[in-house]
């Protein structure tokens, strides 16, 4: 067996998710506050050349996965020309990329010829105005043009990632559920997880079991054995026995299955979070910046042996108030 790094309690972290910008084009209601947000200065987030010297070095030290994300990854230039090299540089490296799907249709040809393991567009609902309103600025047509558009070019992996909040889409499940499988891909429907105490709202909570019951069909979504851990949290996967449809629920919040998280979290600024609720991290970017190999291999060592056995969420009647800087847009989801 190659190098892997492994954390206390034995698990192997060989999932890296690199957020490229905390920079986004849509402000969603559940991730980042409509104004007043504090963008991080040019100069202190990794360039592509940082990026790709860590994607190298964690890739010796035996992380076979890296997903990028943000923000909006699109939003920063050039990120199609780096994901092409990042491709050409570490051809074995399995790679995967995060994105509001807004932008995707002006390159599809190029984004569906990555060879991406899977590109997870999130779509919570399919009505325009609601669209806006949880966005804020989003317009819901250019993201089902994007879908369709890299599935046209190439058909790679794509999944929605739907954040199911109450009294906004929890009756949605079954349209979603049908956009989905109208376009064989695969759907996964996301608990509302407490992150930033400015935008969490625990009567908007909607919990695992009440999505499954959701589903269209109800006893037809018979659970599937384990499921891929590639979510941004514990996952669930059901099929329908009838179409065969499968779809995902991750359950960060009320299941709490960290035993098997296998993942660590850079920020643009290159801040290693040994886990999804840790409101602080280790800093990379020095490390980085002088192409020191073994300095960054130390650090990402230190953050996982700082792994916690399992996440402390913050949640009101599972915690206590969510940290206000934890916006999902710097940690990447
Ligand atoms: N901008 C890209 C996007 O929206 O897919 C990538 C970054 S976004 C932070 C990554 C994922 O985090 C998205 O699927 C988004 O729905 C999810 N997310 C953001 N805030 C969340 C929250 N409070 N609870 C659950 N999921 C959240
Ligand atoms: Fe932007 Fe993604 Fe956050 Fe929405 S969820 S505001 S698209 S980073």
């Known amino acids: 067996m190659g190098r892997v790094i492994r954390d206390p309690y034995g698990r192997v972290l060989d999932y890296v998710r690199i957020s490229v910008t ?10 980042m506050p409509e104004d007043g947000i504090d963008w991080m200065p ?14 190298r070095v964690l890739a010796e030290m035996g ?14 230039k050039g990120f199609v020309s780096f994901m092409e090299e990042v491709r050409r540089t570490l051809p074995t490296l399995r790679l995967t990329v995060t994105t509001n799907g807004s932008m995707l249709a002006e390159q599809a040809d190029r984004i569906a010829s990555l060879g991406l393991d899977s590109l997870n567009v999130s779509l919570d609902t399919l009505n325009e105005d609601k669209f806006r309103k949880t966005t804020r600025t989003g317009e819901l047509g250019a993201v089902i043009r994007g879908i369709d558009a890299v599935l046209l070019a190439k058909n790679p992996p794509v999944k929605i990632n739907a954040v199911i909040m109450r009294g906004f889409n929890e009756d949605e499940i079954p349209s979603l559920v049908n956009f989905a499988s109208e376009r064989g891909i695969l759907l996964r ?6 992150l930033d105490g400015n935008v969490w709202a625990g009567t908007r909570f909607v919990g695992a079991e009440e999505m499954l019951a959701a589903l269209p069909g109800g006893p037809l979504w018979q659970a599937l054995p384990g499921g891929p851990a590639d979510s941004c949290g514990p996952s669930r996967y059901y099929r329908n026995e009838k179409t065969g449809q499968r779809v995902g629920i991750i359950s960060a919040v009320s299941n709490h299955f960290c035993g098997q998280c296998n993942r660590l979290r850079i920020s643009s600024t290159g801040e290693v979070l040994p886990c999804l609720f840790s409101s602080s991290g280790y800093s990379l970017g ?24 399992s996440g402390d969420t913050g949640l009101p009647g599972a915690g206590g108030p969510a940290e206000e800087e934890r916006h999902m847009s710097r940690i990447g989801g």
């Open 22 to 31: 905390d920079r986004c084009n849509f402000r969603c209601v559940y991730c």
């Open 42 to 55: 040019h100069e202190k987030i990794l360039s592509y050349e940082d990026i790709l010297f860590l994607c």
């Open 63 to 76: 992380v076979k996965r890296i997903r990028f994300t943000g923000g909006e990854p699109f939003v920063r």
């Open 189 to 194: 429907l996301i608990e509302f997880m407490p």
């Open 286 to 309: 020095e490390v980085v910046k002088d192409r020191d190999r073994q300095g960054v291999e130390r650090i990402v060592l230190k953050a996982a042996a700082s792994k916690p056995e």
